[in-house]
C-alpha cells in the first residue's frame, strides 16, 4: 500500500522560510510526476509545483521566484522550500506522486501539512 509522508509545516512570519518534505513508499512501480498543491479554507485545491522523474519543473505563478521543487528520486522524496511566505501562501500543503502501474497511471496524495504564514 503506498504511502506518503508529509513534514515540514509550520507557522512562520511573512518572509520568513519552510521547507516541506514528502516521502512515498509502499509500492515496486515507478514514480513519474510528485508534486505539492495546496488548499486555503473555503477554496479548491490548487497546483503549487510539480517535478518529472527527469527533473522537468512546474510552478504556479505565484509562487515562481519564491518556491523551489526538487527530487531526491532514489528515496522518492520530493521537497519544495518556500521563501519569502506571504500571508496568503496560507493553506494546507498536499503531496502527491503518480505512479506508473500496469493498469496506467494512478495518483497517491499524503494526509496534508499546515502552513501558517503570519505576524
Known amino acids: 500500500q503506498v504511502q506518503l509522508v508529509e513534514s515540514g509545516g509550520g507557522f512562520v512570519q511573512p518572509g520568513g522560510s519552510l521547507r516541506l518534505s514528502c516521502a512515498a513508499s509502499?509500492?515496486?512501480?515507478?514514480?513519474?510526476?510528485m508534486g505539492w498543491y495546496r488548499q486555503a479554507p473555503g477554496k479548491e485545491r490548487d497546483l503549487v509545483a510539480t517535478i518529472t522523474s527527469g527533473g522537468n519543473t512546474n510552478y504556479a505563478d505565484s509562487v515562481k521566484g519564491r518556491f523551489t521543487i526538487s527530487r531526491d528520486n532514489a528515496k522518492n522524496t520530493v521537497y519544495l522550500q518556500m521563501n519569502s511566505l506571504k500571508p496568503e501562501d496560507t493553506a494546507v500543503y498536499y503531496c502527491k506522486a503518480r505512479y506508473i502501474e500496469p493498469r496506467g497511471l494512478r495518483d497517491y496524495w499524503g494526509q496534508g501539512t499546515q502552513v501558517t504564514v503570519s505576524s
Open positions: 509502499g509500492s515496486i512501480f515507478s514514480v513519474n510526476v
